[in-house]
């Protein structure tokens, strides 16, 4: 549960400051979410289509930022996974963002469990209606007569550690059992395995070192040498197709 300290609401672990720190250059989110940067940008900034001026989906309004909050990459992240299964009218989407910001008084309403979660997916269900979001793209639909996740809106609710109904980490690979996280308080925010950087445990098994060898090195087991080693291959292998 929240206390307050000195005006300001903290939650163990977590608090709602974190999701405001910025964390990541733009270009470097985009990699970090493998999405192409003008993508992102679109998301956190809008533009224009086609003649017409579109407002950004993630922030409320554009800020002319190119650094990228912890709140805002998870939130990507969720736009990441619909992108990824179809082509979501991000219009509506924006609308159904910026009602739960409303409904739940947060800058960031998808990094928190509580649209995912209990009486918070009826909000969530209500704000789809109002949008008028086409129901193949629905987070949240009713199944046996209770909202329920969609398979991918669950799919990105499983790839965050919730921790006080707030983001306090991304998994980046989508294997459920990886151990690779990213923590705005870890590493700064980039990919890391028992707080080493998947990208240091890279090196060391490209220079010619035994799993065996890494893992004592750093304090690892041979187990998450080998999810991390999983996981920059393939996100150095999508970088070069």
Same mark, same amino acid.
């Given at each position: 549960?929240?206390?307050?300290?000195?005006?300001?609401?903290?939650? @163990?672990?977590?608090?709602?400051?974190?999701?405001?720190?910025?964390?990541?250059?733009?270009?470097?989110?985009?990699?970090?979410?493998?999405?192409?940067?003008?993508?992102?940008?679109?998301?956190?900034?809008?533009?224009?289509? @086609?003649?017409? @001026?579109?407002?950004?989906?993630?922030?409320?309004?554009?800020?002319?930022?190119?650094? $990228?909050?912890?709140?805002?990459?998870?939130?990507?992240?969720?736009?990441?996974?619909?992108?990824?299964?179809?082509?979501?009218?991000?219009?509506?989407? @924006? $609308?159904?963002?910026?009602?739960?910001?409303?409904?739940?008084?947060?800058?960031?309403?998808?990094?928190?469990?509580?649209?995912?979660? &209990?009486?918070?997916?009826?909000?969530?269900?209500?704000?789809?209606?109002?949008?008028?979001?086409?129901?193949?793209?629905?987070?949240?639909?009713?199944?046996?007569?209770?909202? %329920?996740?969609?398979?991918?809106?669950?799919?990105?609710?499983?790839?965050?550690?919730?921790?006080?109904?707030?983001?306090?980490?991304?998994?980046? +690979?989508?294997?459920?059992?990886?151990? $690779?996280?990213?923590?705005?308080?870890?590493?700064?925010?980039?990919?890391?395995?028992? &707080?080493?950087?998947?990208?240091?445990?890279?090196?060391?098994?490209? +220079?010619?070192?035994?799993?065996?060898?890494?893992?004592?090195?750093?304090?690892? %087991?041979?187990?998450?040498?080998?999810?991390?080693?999983?996981?920059?291959?393939?996100?150095?292998?999508?970088?070069?197709?």
């Amino acid at each position: 549960m929240p206390v307050t300290v000195g005006g300001m609401s903290h939650t @163990r672990g977590v608090t709602i400051q974190v999701l405001d720190r910025e964390m990541y250059a733009e270009a470097e989110a985009a990699r970090l979410l493998q999405v192409a940067q003008g993508t992102l940008h679109y998301w956190l900034e809008g533009g224009i289509r @086609r003649g017409k @001026r579109y407002l950004p989906i993630v922030r409320p309004e554009p800020t002319g930022s190119k650094i $990228v909050t912890w709140g805002e990459f998870v939130e990507a992240g969720l736009l990441r996974q619909y992108r990824r299964i179809h082509n979501v009218p991000m219009l509506e989407l @924006r $609308v159904v963002i910026e009602r739960l910001r409303k409904d739940f008084d947060v800058p960031y309403p998808l990094a928190h469990a509580r649209p995912f979660v &209990g009486p918070g997916r009826r909000l969530l269900l209500e704000a789809q209606e109002a949008s008028s979001l086409p129901g193949e793209y629905w987070l949240v639909a009713i199944a046996d007569g209770q909202p %329920t996740l969609t398979p991918p809106s669950e799919t990105f609710f499983e790839r965050v550690d919730w921790v006080d109904d707030m983001a306090g980490a991304w998994r980046p +690979a989508p294997d459920p059992k990886s151990p $690779v996280r990213m923590r705005p308080d870890e590493r700064f925010g980039l990919p890391a395995v028992g &707080g080493v950087k998947t990208e240091i445990i890279w090196e060391h098994v490209e +220079a010619d070192e035994s799993f065996e060898d890494v893992a004592e090195e750093l304090a690892l %087991t041979v187990d998450e040498v080998r999810w991390a080693l999983a996981y920059e291959t393939s996100l150095r292998a999508r970088e070069a197709s």
